[in-house]
């Protein structure tokens, strides 16, 4: 079992920005990938970005040059770094983590841009 423990959401204007975290735990060995997702209101849940061990990033095209994912292996913690937001970004942000069996998500952080 892996526990994702996520922080940093909350209310921000246009053009601010957050940082959400998310910390594993647990039996959080050979974690292969780590990412965020979103789900907006009367939406489906959504891939941000993600992070691979190796370092490789991937970004829905929607956030591209205004997101950051990072990780810190040692930490098992990744990180979103979200600039330039948009009342689009608004929504819940879900942790997730994958191994070579199984996946886990976290309990989500709210995300809320005002205009």
Do not use: H
């Not at 997101?67 to 770094?81: E, G, M, P």
């Amino acid at each position: 079992q892996v526990q994702l423990v996520e922080s940093g959401g909350g209310l921000v204007q246009a053009g601010g920005s957050l940082r959400l975290s998310c910390a594993a735990s647990g039996s959080s060995f050979s974690i292969v990938v780590m990412g965020w997702y979103r789900q907006a209101p009367g939406k489906q849940r959504e891939l941000v970005a993600r992070i691979y061990s190796d370092g490789n990033t991937n970004y829905a095209d929607a956030v591209k040059g205004r997101f950051t994912i990072s990780r810190d292996n040692a930490k098992n913690t990744v990180y979103l770094q979200m600039s330039s937001l948009k009342p689009e970004d608004t929504g819940v942000y879900y942790c997730n983590v994958l191994r070579a069996s199984d996946g886990y998500w976290g309990q989500g952080t709210q995300v809320t841009v005002s205009s």
